[in-house]
């Protein structure tokens, strides 16, 4: 079974920028959609951005500006730009895929293989 592991998290002050990375362990095969959540304690987990396997991305109309999905399928590697953040961007961030066709969606609901998470911590 492909497993993601995240990297990247950790302290940032406000207004920096951090870059997030999920590698999968094995192939991805296609189609599938893989893309990045968040979740803060006692919330709902949100949707960031999501991408599939030919590239088209999607984001949550919220996360729009700030973040930027990419992908190295040589790699087997999703990565997650994150710019200007702030203290409320504080947050587990858990990349996430499903294989399956249709559109991807930025929906945690639809996504059945997640990493263990990286935590990202913005100071004011």
């Known amino acids: 079974e492909v497993q993601l592991v995240e990297s990247g998290g950790g302290p940032v002050q406000t207004g920096g920028s951090l870059r997030l990375s999920c590698t999968a362990s094995g192939y991805l095969s296609s189609p599938y959609c893989i893309g990045w959540f968040r979740q803060v304690p006692d919330k709902e987990r949100e949707g960031i951005a999501v991408?599939?396997?030919?590239?088209?991305?999607t984001y949550a109309e919220s996360m729009k500006g700030r973040f930027t999905i990419s992908q190295d399928n040589g790699k087997n590697t999703l990565y997650l730009q994150m710019s200007s953040l702030k203290p409320e961007d504080t947050a587990m961030y858990f990349c996430?895929?499903?294989?399956?066709?249709?559109?991807?969606?930025?929906?945690?609901?639809?996504?059945?293989?997640w990493g263990q998470g990286t935590q990202v911590t913005v100071s004011s």
């Open positions: 996430a895929a499903h294989l399956s066709g249709g559109y991807c969606l930025p929906k945690y609901s639809e996504y059945n293989l």
């Open positions: 991408i599939d396997d030919d590239g088209t991305t």
